[in-house]
């Protein structure tokens, strides 16, 4: 089990997400889990997400359902 989970969310975050994801990956504390969650993002976020988490195991990516 994890001592710390991070939430990020994710909207179109093409830009940033890399760096951010990157960021606390670089962590000197390495006890903690990744939560993205992606809302429904059309620019080439998940593409970045999934750089991480088929990388590092700490990473995890969950996409909101459409509510119809």
């Known amino acids: 089990m994890r001592e ?3 939430i990020t969310p ?5 830009k ?3 760096k951010t994801l990157d960021s606390i990956r670089k962590q000197s504390f390495h006890n903690f889990e ?3 969650i992606d809302d429904f993002s059309t620019d ?3 593409q970045i ?6 990388k590092d195991k ?11």
């Open 58 to 68: 700490r990473f995890k990516l969950y996409e909101r359902k459409k509510n119809y």
């Open 4 to 6: 710390v989970s991070i």
């Open 16 to 18: 940033t997400i890399y």
């Open 44 to 46: 080439n976020s998940l």
């Open 10 to 14: 994710c909207y179109n975050a093409s």
């Open 34 to 36: 990744v939560l993205i």
């Open 49 to 54: 997400i999934n750089l991480f988490t088929s």
